[in-house]
């Protein structure tokens, strides 16, 4: 007992050491999307997300993860600041590291292979996103009541265990991974089935909450293109790309160079023949290796040829700690793959959490054949690896300091991305107009209907003053997508300086309806104003600041004063 505590403050230390400066980073990404749902300005409502989505108001995502949402809610309970949220997920982290190495020694019973598997897990630089990026909570959450799920089933504690599972779905639908590994668990160690009751009451409240929030898209997704061009490709096109897709993973996982959050259309090219790829190929015998060892290995009084050295392989402790290190990357990794269905995204390194785990262990079992023939010479290894993994998780923590860090990386990173190009154009709009109409009309001619692109060329326009065009390319986005948040705030404020009050105000109505926010309520309250409707604008007013307003922009309004729109509410501002 006292041992692990040393081990635990020894992670705690490591940890905070490699995540440290990702503590001051701001919030980026997608953490503006997921952290804009109205109910967070709404602490009454935190438990109210069992009734939502993971995006506010778009089912069509198909994501339902409550558990992770409520954490997020918890979060500003206690302030806005994004260090809270990036101290939570650090500390997620390191638990999830020594929950790491409990879980292999309970498994294994072999204390030092457990530990190394637990420091790599702890430093390995494929984790930044999911550690410094705060929306990657829904990846920490999932894994922490994940391996709690198969801790408390090794120790027998089954309807435990099935309310952990129903914590880990809450979080993200990824953690039914678990389930398949569960199994192969019962295979290896012969245990009664009474536990298989107690999951089955566990997944089946998790549907059918997931359908009762989500309904038709409970089991299905709507996939943008850009985001993962394989929901769109032939079937084999799939197979072949998500194939060389497994030897990216595994490379950036060991040799971790070049990593970057953005991988989307068009930055891996489609594979239409596996012959033409020595990737796929790669892909393809890595894929079969690991299917045949995984089954093999539960198939040890088969008599043929071919089983005489499985046989033999199961005999041998440390083969068999290699094939459940197998597994554990192999069955969480097939979820996210695009092999068997198409995800949300055609790849993203946060989702490497989860397999990541059979990884580090797969790393551990040859450290630890280091530590058999010298001490020293493990011991070295091991301090080598942990200190360069280390080294590149804080360089890679400088990535998600800032959005302008980010995105520049992401261009840099990932140049043939039609996002990274739209999301770098933006960037650069107040810099170097030029070149952010470079790359605006360099994805047009890729993929036409990316939408943010679409206001990617708006803001163009309104800097070169023509509002009419600006107004062409946001009505074609609002049609491709009438609630995205962007496009409505561009397009109400492109109407309002071409003076089309009455389009202004129909566009504010959604914006204002979907997601809230002072500057967007008041613009609109102005609008309203300017459409002569002043009983509705200072009723708009009151339903957001109360009756008590202080707001000196609205006082403006209220009071018939303000002539012109603030400037802080201007077009792109």
């Known amino acids: 007992m006292k041992s692990n505590k040393f081990i635990f403050i020894t992670f705690l230390l490591i940890g905070f050491a490699v995540f440290f400066n990702g503590l001051n980073g701001d919030f980026v990404h997608d953490d503006l999307l997921v952290l804009s749902h109205s109910f967070f300005s709404q602490p009454s409502k935190v438990f109210n997300f069992f009734s939502q989505p993971y995006f506010e108001n778009f089912y069509q995502a198909g994501l339902y993860r409550p558990l992770t949402q409520i954490s997020f809610g918890f979060n500003f309970l206690l302030g806005s600041s994004p ?16 929950l790491v190495f409990l879980f292999l020694k309970r498994l294994t019973d072999k204390k030092r292979f457990s530990l190394i598997s637990g420091l790599l897990f702890l430093v390995l630089p494929i984790h930044v996103e999911a550690v410094t990026s705060i929306v990657g909570r829904a990846e920490l959450l999932s894994f922490f009541f994940g391996i709690l799920t198969l801790i408390l089933w090794l120790d027998s504690k089954y309807f435990l265990s099935a309310v952990v599972l129903l914590f880990a779905l809450l979080s993200k639908e990824s953690a039914v991974a678990i389930l398949p590994i569960a199994f192969l668990l019962n295979f290896r160690f012969g245990r009664s089935w009474s536990w298989l009751v107690h999951y089955s009451v566990a997944t089946a409240t998790y549907f059918i909450l997931r359908f009762a929030v989500l309904g038709e898209y409970a089991f299905k997704t709507k996939v943008e293109f850009v985001f993962n061009p394989l929901a769109y490709v032939s079937f084999f096109e799939r197979i072949f790309t998500a194939l060389k897709i497994l030897v990216l993973y595994l490379v950036k996982i060991f040799l971790p160079y070049n990593l970057s959050a953005d991988y989307s259309y068009d930055q891996i090219p ?74 949300g995204t055609i790849m993203a390194e946060r989702l490497m959490y989860f397999p990541s785990l059979g990884a580090a262990a797969v790393l551990a079992v040859a450290v630890e054949q280091l530590f058999k023939q010298s001490k020293q010479l493990g011991f070295s290894v091991l301090l080598v690896l942990t200190v360069v993994y280390g080294f590149l998780t804080v360089s890679q923590n400088r990535i998600w300091a800032s959005r302008e860090a980010l995105l520049t990386d992401n261009f840099e990173k990932s140049p043939d991305s039609v996002v990274a190009k739209t999301e770098f154009g933006i960037l650069m709009l107040e810099r170097d107009k030029e070149l952010a109409k470079k790359l605006s009309l360099e994805v047009y001619e890729k993929y036409p209907d990316y939408i943010q692109n679409f206001n990617l060329r708006a803001a163009v326009e309104v800097q070169e003053g023509n509002f009419t065009e600006a107004e062409k390319f946001l009505e074609r986005a609002f049609e491709l997508r009438p609630k995205h948040q962007t496009t409505l705030q561009n397009l109400s404020r492109v109407y309002f300086t071409l003076g089309k009050y009455t389009e202004a105000e129909r566009t504010l109505q959604v914006l204002v309806s979907e ?6 309520v008041i613009f609109y309250a102005l609008v309203q104003a300017k459409n002569r409707r002043f009983d509705q604008a200072r009723e708009t007013l009151y339903s957001f600041f109360g009756p008590e307003v202080e707001d000196e922009s609205a006082l403006k309004i209220l009071r018939g004063e303000s002539k012109e729109l603030d400037s802080s509410y201007i077009f792109g501002k």
């Not at 260090?83 to 020594?98: L, P, R």
């Not at 489609?270 to 045949?292: A, E, Y």
């Not at 997601?515 to 967007?520: I, Q």
């Open 270 to 343: 489609i594979v239409g023949n596996l012959f033409s790829s020595p990737l796929s190929l790669l892909g393809l015998l890595i894929l079969g290796l690991m299917l045949l060892t995984v089954y093999f290995i539960f198939q040890p009084n088969k008599n043929t040829l071919i089983l005489q050295y499985i046989k033999v392989f199961t005999k041998d402790s440390k083969k068999l700690i290699f094939a459940w290190a197998l597994i554990f990357f192999f069955l969480p990794y097939l979820v996210i793959s695009n092999l068997f269905f198409p995800t």
């Open 83 to 98: 260090f809270g949220f990036h101290f939570v997920n650090v500390v997620f982290h390191i638990i999830n590291s020594f």
């Open 515 to 520: 997601y809230g926010g002072k500057g967007n």
